[in-house]
């Protein structure tokens, strides 16, 4: 049941890199499209991009340095442990993983069991970590995409709340399915994130059902 909250989801945004997907999120909040504010913006790269967008927006954004930790048996669940410090700091809700190029540890995992999510640009279980677009384009397929899913320990593997798919075209090359597939994770990960905020969904095991939903059930296919 959609469930209407008093005040906005406090959410956190975790990227390494330029921060596409943390933008659409800021400008879906911006339109109104989705309730939710963004209360943290933090990386494990000090000169990513993201942090630049986030303070040229006003948000908080913070640097968390990896480098005190490595060498030690237990480093990326410290360094979780640090970045948990943080975001109960902030009262976060829920966390969203936007190209966030770490691993998360079961500190963060079970702390924010159903309330992380993770983009992907491809359409999992298919190509898990890295290079996928070029992987797919490699392997034949014919469509191509994106997935938003919450964040179990393994990676890439967690319950799937929405996919989008696009077709891989003749002459695409790494870069252009990039794109195409970029154009449909900013659409999706928002309308994710806003579907959390309305409490709407519900996961069961492996699956999530989007409660009050109506799925049009039609079918993509590539070539058309
Ligand atoms: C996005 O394509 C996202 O799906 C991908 O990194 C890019 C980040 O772009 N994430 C992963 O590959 C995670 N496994 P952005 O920084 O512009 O949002």
Same mark, same amino acid.
């Given at each position: 049941m959609s469930t209407k909250r008093p005040e906005a989801l406090r959410v956190a945004v975790l990227a390494s890199g330029r921060g596409s997907n943390l933008q659409a999120v800021i400008d879906a909040i911006e339109a109104g499209t989705v309730q939710a504010k963004i209360v943290s913006v933090i990386s494990n790269k000090k000169d990513a991009p993201a942090l630049e967008r986030a303070s040229r927006q006003g948000l908080s954004s913070l640097f968390v340095d990896p480098k005190p930790y490595a060498g030690r048996p237990d480093s990326r669940e410290a360094y979780d442990r640090e970045l948990l410090d943080v975001l109960r700091r902030h009262n976060v809700e829920l966390v969203l993983l936007a190209g966030y190029m770490k691993i998360v540890t079961k500190v963060l995992v079970e702390a924010f069991a159903n309330r992380m999510m993770n983009i992907h @640009?491809? *359409?999992?279980?298919?190509? @898990?970590? *890295?290079d996928v677009q070029k992987k797919a384009i490699e392997w034949g397929c014919k469509l191509a995409g994106c997935t938003v899913h919450f964040v179990t320990e393994g990676v890439d593997e967690g319950p799937i709340i929405l996919q989008a798919a696009v077709p891989i075209l003749d002459d695409d090359t790494s870069d252009t399915l990039a794109a195409r597939i970029l154009e449909q994770e900013h659409k999706i990960y928002p309308r994710a994130v806003q579907l959390f905020a309305e409490g709407r969904l519900r996961v069961e095991g492996r699956r999530v059902f989007i409660e009050a939903g109506k799925p049009d059930g039609q079918a993509v296919i590539s070539p058309s």
């Open positions: @640009p491809s *359409l999992l279980p298919s190509f @898990p970590g *890295l």
